[in-house]
Nanobody, 119 residues
Framework: QVQLVESGGGLVQPGGSLRLSCAASGITFSGYTMSWYRQAPGKERELVARLIIFGEVTNYADSVKGRFTISRDNAKNTVYLQMNSLKPEDTAVYYC????????????WGQGTQVTVAS
């Protein structure tokens, strides 16, 4: 059974930092593209950052470039999202996603973790 368990969300003041974690089980980590998405109230889910495991390629939404960093720990089967210089507009539920590099039907989501940026 595949599980993606996010943690690390919370309330932070503007300009602050948070690190989200996504612990994956039931998958071979190296065979998946790992991504973070977010969804704010009344808005569609959007891609925040993507890490193509095999090629070590990263992609970021323009709105977070230079502030957010996606990384992974293979030994722990965990992917992280370091978020710095947080802004109120970063407030959203953040979701971890695992998509198999060859089989698009193998597409998994975590339950989400709330990030709130407010003074």
């Amino acid at each position: 059974q595949v599980q993606l368990v996010e943690s690390g969300g919370g309330l932070v003041q503007p300009g602050g930092s948070l690190r989200l974690s996504c612990a994956a089980s039931g998958i071979t980590f190296s065979g998946y593209t790992m991504s973070w998405y977010r969804q704010a109230p009344g808005k569609e889910r959007e891609l925040v950052a993507r890490l193509i495991i095999f090629g070590e390629v990263t992609n970021y939404a323009d709105s977070v470039k230079g502030r957010f960093t996606i990384s992974r720990d293979n030994a722990k089967n965990t992917v992280y999202l370091q978020m710095n210089s947080l802004k109120p507009e970063d407030t959203a539920v953040y979701y971890c996603n695992a998509l198999h590099v060859n089989y698009r039907g193998l597409n998994y989501w975590g339950q989400g973790t709330q990030v709130t940026v407010a003074s």
